[in-house]
Structure formats: C-alpha cells, structure tokens
C-alpha cells in the first residue's frame, strides 16, 4: 500500500503564485523526507530534502514546511515560474542496513500558466 | 561527470521475450535502485542493492530479477515479459548508510512496451 500520500494530483498556479503540495505517511520510523522533480522524459532529481529534526528548511523559493505530530509535510513554491512546470514527488525513506530506498508520493502535476 | 546511466533509453518487446536493463555508475555508490514509474502511481521500487553481490526485493519484484556483480552496475532482467511490466524504468543510486549525503541520483530512465 502506498506510505506516503500525496496531493492534490495536479495544481495550476499563475506565474508569480505559491504552489503548495501537501504529503501524508503513517511509518513514524521515516526519517529522511526528500522532495523531487520530475520533468517530461527526465529522471527525478533531488530538490530538497527535510529530516523530523527541523521543522522548517528553505532553500531559495522552494521550502518545506514539517509536521512531525500530525505526520505531515508540504512543499511551498514562492513566486511560482513557468519553468517550475513539472511533476513534483515526496518521498520518505528509513536509514537503514536496507538502503535509502524511497517510498514515494503519487505525484503532483505542476502546470505555472504565464 | 555521466553520473547514472541507463541502457537502451526505448525498447519494444513481445511478450514472453526476455531481456536485461543495464545501469551504470560513475559515483563509487554502495546503493542502487531499480524502480518502475506508471501514470498516477508515483515510483515503486522493484529490487535494491547494498553493495556489490548483494541483492534485495522490494515493493513490485515479481517478474524481475536482479544482479550486482560490480559496484558500478545494476542489472535488471525480465525472463518473460507480460504487457503489465510496460512502464518506464528508472535506476538510482546513492551513498551508504552514515554518509552525509543521501541524495539519491537518478538516471534518465528506459521506456519499455511489451505487445
């Protein structure tokens, strides 16, 4: 069953907006939450990531905001561009003998319209 | 710097054909990934590895298998392939537990179709 809930499936947000994506999990044993980006027939690559000690992290327009109680965390996108465009993923993952291998969310359309 | 390379990009296979998707990387990573991506369900892992000559299973392993006879290659075979294993393909990679960086790196993924 899918970990990590991700939503909404799809944003539309004007250019110079705050897209906002929100991700869910149940496994309090997560301790590492990356979010990635995917643009059409790329791989995902690493935009931010966040651990459960900190509840903020920002890194240019892009910011995490961290929930540990409620298990939730939110990607927010300040001053959205059109070259933000792209599908967004969160994921968590377990630091453990078996890897870092990531659970991901479903995904998130990003579509920053000019 | 290549960083994580998959090999073919496209493939078209009939089913019941085998065939072996090929990662390579140039990091020095102990971990590598193979995951598939379909519409509306994110990334789901099929098999892993923690080094070389070890592998694991993951969310989605049926149909697959998996070998890690060197450090810098991942391979993922399919010994009869059903049309529910067209999907594209991503390997990743990614530093050993206790390092600093966890990042994990993907490569540019292969987009297969089994008819």
């Known amino acids: 069953q899918q970990q990590v809930k991700q939503s909404p499936q799809s944003l539309i947000v004007q250019k110079g907006g705050i897209s906002i994506i929100n991700c869910a999990y149940e496994n309090t044993a997560f301790d590492y939450f990356p979010w990635y980006q995917q643009f059409p027939g790329k791989g995902p690559a690493l935009l931010i990531a966040?651990?459960?000690?900190?509840s903020e992290k920002k890194e240019g327009r892009f910011t995490i905001s961290f929930n540990k109680s409620a298990k939730q965390f939110s990607l927010h996108i300040m001053d959205s561009q059109p070259g933000d465009s792209a599908t967004y993923f969160c994921?968590?993952?377990?630091?453990?003998?078996?890897?870092?291998?990531?659970?991901f969310g479903k995904g998130t359309s990003l579509l920053v319209t000019p | 710097n290549a960083g994580v390379t998959q090999t073919p990009k496209f493939r078209v296979l009939k089913t019941g054909q085998s065939m072996t998707l090929l990662c390579a990387q140039d990091?020095?990573?102990?971990?590598m990934y193979w995951y598939r991506q379909d519409p509306g369900m994110g990334l789901r892992l099929i098999h892993y590895s923690v080094g070389e000559g070890t592998t694991a299973k993951g969310e989605v392993p049926d149909g697959y298998n998996v070998s890690r006879l060197k450090k810098q290659n991942f391979l993922l075979g399919l010994e009869s392939a059903a049309p529910s294993q067209t999907s594209v393909y991503f390997c990743?990679?990614?530093?050993?537990?206790?390092?600093?960086?966890?990042?994990?790196?993907f490569g540019q993924g292969t987009r297969l179709t089994v008819v």
């Open positions: 966040i651990r459960p000690d900190v």
């Open positions: 990743a990679s990614s530093y050993s537990r206790g390092a600093m960086n966890t990042e994990a790196f």
């Open positions: 990091m020095n990573h102990e971990y």
């Open positions: 994921a968590a993952s377990i630091n453990s003998n078996s890897g870092y291998a990531l659970n």
